[in-house]
């Protein structure tokens, strides 16, 4: 049995109407602002323990001004030990040019949001849909999972987002607006609860028996599986080490203090390198300690 494509987006919606998590930056009240910033936070991290740090956030600097108006070590300090770093600079650039260009209102037009510092297609689209609910394909990880389970009968969606990719999904959407910003999120929250990558619950999926992947006999993914990589001991690790002792200070904290963190001398040059390089700390003579 197939399912017409234009049910399919109304079968998750209705879906998703009453098994979707109850998340801050989804309600009706929540903010152009709290979208965006939610969405940067999720990036590689789970939801879980983006929502205490969102709050934290949010309660902190509730508009682009107020992070603005602080320096950007300040964001970073407070991104605490969500991961990927840069992501808090990003945030404040982000901040800093909605200030300066919109007035501290985030914009609601795509290639507005894709001008923004650190502001990509993915996010430029999903704060199109979720916060100001346009029509956008809305495409991540999850989603192509989705799609290419429902429709294609394949396994995987593949690594990274394609223009075919964009396509298959904006065939799904409805017409209207905010139908379309609905079933955008909707996809998402099935990808990432019930069709999942390694354990998808089938039995509990709304498409369970519409989808061409499980009819096909749900076979495996093409090619070698991916592995899951090594964190511990990493340089990234150890530029995570590093961190912490940077955000622990108020005031600039001596070389020596971060060569205590790791025993490889090399590993953590190249560490520190990396940090200077991407703007995260700044060096000034036997001294390191966050930007501003």
């Known amino acids: 049995m197939r399912i017409a494509t234009e049910a399919i987006a109304q079968t998750v919606t209705d879906w998703y109407d009453t098994n979707a998590r109850d998340l801050p930056w989804r309600q009706p009240d929540a903010s152009p602002w709290s979208v965006l910033v939610s969405e940067v936070m999720l990036q590689q991290t789970q939801v879980s323990r983006v929502e205490p740090a969102w709050h934290r956030w949010m309660e902190r600097w509730p508009t682009p001004a107020h992070l603005a108006a602080d320096p950007p070590g300040e964001a970073i300090r407070a991104w605490d030990r969500l991961g990927y770093p840069r992501r808090a600079l ?68 593949g690594a990274a987002t394609t223009p075919a990719d964009l396509r298959a999904v904006e065939v799904l959407l409805p017409d209207d607006h905010e139908a379309a910003a609905r079933a955008s999120v909707a996809f998402m929250e099935l990808g990432a609860m019930i069709c999942t990558a390694r354990a998808p619950r089938c039995a509990a999926c709304p498409l369970t028996t519409v989808c061409a992947w499980r009819l096909a006999g749900s076979p495996p993914a093409d090619g070698p599986s991916r592995r899951t990589q090594r964190y511990h001991g990493t340089d990234r690790y150890v530029r995570g080490l590093m961190m912490a002792v940077l955000r622990a200070s108020d005031e600039p904290v001596p070389l020596g ?30 001294m390191v300690t966050l930007p501003g």
Do not use: K, S
């Open 257 to 286: 203090r971060l060569d205590e963190v790791w025993p490889d001398a090399q590993q953590r040059q190249r560490a520190l390198d990396g940090l200077l390089a991407d703007g995260l700390v700044r060096r000034r003579g036997a």
């Open 90 to 157: 990003r945030l404040h650039a982000c901040a800093t040019a909605i200030v300066e260009r919109h007035d501290g209102e985030v914009p609601d037009d795509v290639d507005a949001l894709l001008a923004l510092p650190g502001i990509g297609m993915y996010t430029a689209r999903a704060v199109a849909a979720f916060a100001f609910r346009q029509r956008h394909p809305v495409v991540d990880t999850n989603v192509r999972r989705v799609v290419a389970r429902v429709v294609e009968g394949a396994a995987d969606g």
